[in-house]
């Protein structure tokens, strides 16, 4: 018995190995990974040709782990399905990626580096929308950080957006209507139609005396 297993064993590292060698080697278009099946239910292998799958085919979350400790979790079902946490044993991420340094003790959660000669970019968009509504960048070869804009929508800045009512502090002007562009209103709460009229608006709700204090 332990002689038929030995050499099972070393029948499976060669077919590993006979594997490997063909997918680094064989560029045929119809070549596909063999799929290694748990007994339940999960799969390593191929689907198209060439596509390397890691499934699930349960309503079940996806776990990856080191050293016998989980570092990310893939969500199943529900309004969390497909979402990613990433974190030692963190398994209840809130968004499609959810990054949670609590249990690794660190604050240190996203960091992204890019070449000095290109542009960095950070981009927020909506779907079938005609623009980029926010992005972060680090031009080519500055030191400097822009926070933009490139529709004609408000460029706002709220504070306390927790309490009840509008908390909108700051508003920057995108250029709609007979509003110029880049005109900016200081208020307390200021209303959500709200545009700044001057170069410089202070809203009649702040008291003028408390704000011009901070601004001298």
């Known amino acids: 018995m332990k002689k038929t297993s030995i050499l099972l064993l070393a029948f499976a590292c060669v077919f590993e190995i006979s594997v490997i060698a063909q997918s680094t080697t064989n560029n045929n278009s119809s070549f596909a990974f063999p799929q290694m099946l748990g007994y339940d239910g999960t799969v390593l292998g191929g689907g198209a040709p060439k596509v390397l799958e890691i499934r699930n085919d349960f ?54 580096t890019g070449p000095l000669g290109l542009d960095n970019i950070w981009e927020m968009n909506v779907t079938n929308a005609l623009a980029t509504r926010f992005i972060i960048r680090i031009p080519a070869n500055q030191f400097h950080t822009q926070f933009e804009t490139n529709n004609n929508g408000q460029f706002n800045f709220f504070t306390n957006t927790s309490a009840s009512g509008n908390a909108r502090s700051v508003s920057i002007q995108g250029g709609v209507g007979n509003v110029v562009h880049g005109q900016v209103a200081f208020g307390n709460a200021l209303p959500i139609n709200f545009d700044a009229q001057s170069r410089l608006h202070l809203h009649k709700t702040i008291e003028l005396f408390t704000l011009l204090k901070y601004l001298i």
């Open 59 to 112: 309503n079940l979350p996806i776990e990856f782990h080191t050293n016998g400790t989980q570092r990310m979790y893939i969500a199943n079902g529900g309004a969390t399905n497909g979402f990613v946490g990433i974190g030692s044993n963190f398994s209840t991420p809130a968004s499609l990626l959810h990054v949670n340094g609590t249990n690794n003790n660190t604050g240190n959660l996203f960091e992204t």
